[in-house]
Nanobody, 122 residues
Framework: VQLQASGGGLVQAGGSLRLSCAAS????????MAWFRQAPGKEREFVGY????????SLADSVKGRFTISRNNVKNTMYLQMNNLKSEDTALYYC????????????????WGQGTLVTVSS
């Protein structure tokens, strides 16, 4: 499956953005999906995941209560709604997919999008 992330940009602290991850090539609903992010000089960090039909999500503690993951399998798209953004959310955001299993380890995901940059100004 090919993944393409979009929706990043520059936003002030306290603002909101919605990222999208469009999938093509294979049946999107066969894949558990996740968001990761990587800030400059830091390792890639798990943000959250969503199961194949969206019945379960999990978010990192750092974004709970502010971010929401959803997906639309008819549109072959996953979303990350980000509210109350903070400067520490500044990072390159990646979407990723895997056919089996769930988890927060980046190495377990087989398919990756190219990343979309989110910059939060304070």
């Amino acid at each position: 499956v090919q993944l393409q992330a979009s929706g990043g940009g520059l936003v002030q602290a306290g603002g909101s953005l919605r990222l999208s991850c469009a999938a093509s090539g294979r049946t999107f609903s066969n894949y558990n999906m996740a968001w990761f992010r990587q800030a400059p000089g830091k390792e890639r960090e798990f943000v959250g995941y969503i199961t194949r039909i969206g019945e379960m999500t999990s978010l990192a503690d750092s974004v709970k209560g502010r971010f929401t993951i959803s997906r639309n399998n008819v549109k072959n798209t996953m979303y990350l709604q980000m509210n109350n953004l903070k400067s520490e959310d500044t990072a390159l955001y990646y979407c990723a997919g895997r056919a089996a299993g769930l988890g927060a380890s980046a190495s377990a995901y087989d398919y990756w999008g190219q990343g979309t940059l989110v910059t939060v100004s304070s």
